[in-house]
């Protein structure tokens, strides 16, 4: 657990995270471990490692309402919680959280010649979630965009893996480009990506931005 200012964050493994503070949000959870109850639960797109079923029943309880992209309303339709579905640039308040959401898509990541694994126009989304007057950006599966880098945030989490999303290097361009007061990387350790990735995000980000790089809990 790391905590910034009165907010609680636990990295649950890949992009999962769990932001515990008045409320609780949790992000993307994917074979995470935890007890935790979602006030608010933010789901950026419709890949399974993403929108987990067995994760979102577990995380879940019945007044948790789920922000999704349009794009997971199918796979979302099982389950009987409220949802909110946006839009990339759209902005909503949900019980006390204010969440902003902002296009994810791929510039470079080629699933064959010419079809990128993220197409902008799929409407995927990461999410600038503010909590107790304190703005946490975590921005789903994403190169290094230009919407990313406009982004003024406390808190930002990267992934760093490549392959799918930015590399570390991309990332490291990303975390100076952008204002935050602290990145940390993601997106590494189960499916693509080790903690050397994470490693060479802090060395190549330098002294321009705090990095942490967090246990696995």
Same mark, same amino acid.
């Given at each position: 657990?790391?905590?910034?200012?009165?907010?609680?964050?636990?990295?649950?493994?890949?992009? $999962?995270?769990?932001?515990?503070?008045?409320?609780?949000?949790?992000?993307?959870?994917?074979?995470?471990?935890?007890?935790?109850?979602?006030?608010?639960?933010?789901? =950026? %797109?419709? %890949? =399974?490692? %993403?929108? $987990?079923?067995?994760?979102?029943?577990?995380?879940?309880?019945?007044?948790?309402?789920?922000? #999704?992209?349009?794009?997971?309303?199918?796979?979302?339709?099982?389950?009987?919680?409220?949802?909110?579905?946006?839009?990339?640039?759209?902005? =909503?308040?949900?019980?006390?959280?204010?969440?902003?959401? @902002?296009?994810?898509?791929?510039?470079?990541?080629?699933?064959?010649?010419?079809?990128?694994?993220?197409?902008?126009?799929?409407?995927?989304?990461?999410?600038?979630?503010?909590?107790?007057?304190?703005?946490?950006?975590? $921005?789903?599966? $994403?190169?290094?965009?230009?919407?990313?880098? #406009?982004?003024?945030?406390? @808190?930002?989490?990267?992934?760093? =893996?490549?392959?799918?999303?930015?590399?570390?290097?991309?990332?490291?361009?990303?975390?100076?480009?952008?204002?935050?007061?602290? @990145?940390?990387?993601? %997106?590494?350790?189960?499916?693509?990506?080790?903690?050397?990735? #994470?490693?060479?995000?802090?060395? !190549?980000?330098?002294?321009?931005?705090?990095?942490?790089? !967090?246990?696995?809990?």
């Amino acid at each position: 657990m790391w905590a910034y200012k009165d907010v609680k964050v636990h990295w649950l493994g890949h992009d $999962s995270f769990v932001l515990q503070g008045s409320k609780v949000v949790v992000i993307d959870p994917f074979k995470a471990k935890g007890n935790y109850k979602a006030d608010v639960l933010l789901i =950026s %797109h419709e %890949h =399974s490692d %993403h929108l $987990s079923d067995d994760d979102i029943a577990r995380l879940t309880s019945p007044s948790s309402t789920v922000i #999704a992209p349009r794009i997971c309303e199918k796979p979302l339709s099982k389950f009987p919680l409220e949802k909110k579905f946006v839009e990339p640039g759209s902005r =909503s308040e949900v019980k006390g959280v204010f969440i902003e959401a @902002v296009p994810a898509y791929n510039l470079n990541k080629y699933r064959e010649p010419g079809m990128v694994f993220h197409p902008r126009a799929d409407g995927r989304v990461g999410y600038v979630v503010t909590l107790d007057g304190v703005r946490f950006y975590h $921005s789903g599966d $994403s190169d290094a965009t230009p919407e990313m880098k #406009a982004l003024d945030v406390d @808190v930002a989490f990267l992934p760093v =893996s490549g392959t799918y999303v930015m590399t570390a290097e991309e990332a490291a361009d990303a975390a100076k480009a952008m204002k935050a007061k602290v @990145v940390i990387p993601m %997106h590494y350790g189960r499916i693509v990506g080790s903690v050397a990735d #994470a490693e060479r995000f802090k060395r !190549l980000v330098g002294g321009t931005t705090r990095v942490e790089i !967090l246990e696995e809990e």
